[in-house]
């Protein structure tokens, strides 16, 4: 298994410089191009030019085996919608809000009352699919995958929606003594940096969050 997951990092660091995330919107996939889970896959429905968001509620992150980082999904979704959608209602404010009210967001009736409360008709959620954090001493790896939604409230249709995942990379090849030493630095740095993941998480929502039209 170590020797699957060297082999890994190692085609990662080899491929970090030259491979460049693509856009590709759903509808101009053919039906014989798979997706790219590395590529900025997305699609804006007819439903978002009808009726575009003018306020926008993010909820819970769906990431049940990482909690923490579905905090730092909801956030980072919050602040970046806000460059595109006049009003957005941050995570700890519709916290307050459910809690206040006694509202339970996953109750669809509840959803709709909310929604008259706050006069914010549509909301967005991010689903972590994917989380990965690989180190063999002398390199080092780790990538995020997310899904994004943009749904109405009143009926759950979506208006947008876009995956990603990206990742990182430090460390050598051992292909000499002095590479061992450098690489084993680098990657040891890069494996105990807390920062590495919520950046990670940020580069995946700006690219995404890119492919959002502005609301009118």
Known sequence: MKKVVLVLIGCGLFLTACVTPQYREASSVGAEQQLNALDINYQVTGLFHRDPPDCVTVMKAQAPQAPQMGEVLSVALAR?????????IFPRKRKSIERTQG???QDQGDRR??????GCRFYAVAQLYDLGDDYVGFAAKKHVGVRLD???IEDDQPLWQAAHTVWRAEGNMPL???SVIGGVASATVFNNDSQVLPSLVD???RRMVK???YSL
């Open 80 to 88: 970046h919608l806000g460059e595109k959608v006049d009003r957005v």
């Open 103 to 105: 509202y339970d967001l």
């Open 113 to 118: 009352r909310y929604s008259l409360y706050t």
């Open 150 to 152: 943009l749904r109405r």
């Open 176 to 178: 000499s003594p002095f």
């Open 203 to 205: 580069d995946a929502m």
């Open 211 to 213: 492919t959002l039209p």
